[in-house]
């Protein structure tokens, strides 16, 4: 549960970030990922290295949306579930009670029990 918090507060807290921010800090996180490898700015591996950290994020993030999408879809299947045993309770018969119906002249007549 605490987890569930922490998240939710986190994606609240996002939507307070802007795009540009959120950018300049990926960038500066990258580029001291990269120089602390030992790499210089301007040089084929250390383009290679920002290329990688990208493409490392980019799989991350899809990873989690997929994640969020399955957990979502995970929910409404059970709700529906959910949904579907309650309407087939309201609507089941109640084995307990029996009914006999009798004509007597031209009305019918019902008894349950």
Known sequence: ???????????????????????????????????????????????????????????????QSLAAMQMVQSMNAQQQQVSQQQIYNSVRPNPSIQCMSNAVGGSVYTNCN
């Open 1 to 63: 549960m605490k987890i569930a918090v922490i998240l939710f507060c986190g994606v609240i807290l996002t939507g307070c970030v802007s795009q540009q921010q959120i950018a300049a800090k990926r960038s500066a996180d990258d580029d001291t990922t990269c120089t602390s490898y030992g790499l210089k700015f301007g040089t084929p591996e250390y383009a290679q290295c920002r290329q990688n950290a990208a493409a490392q994020r980019a799989a991350t993030e899809q990873a």
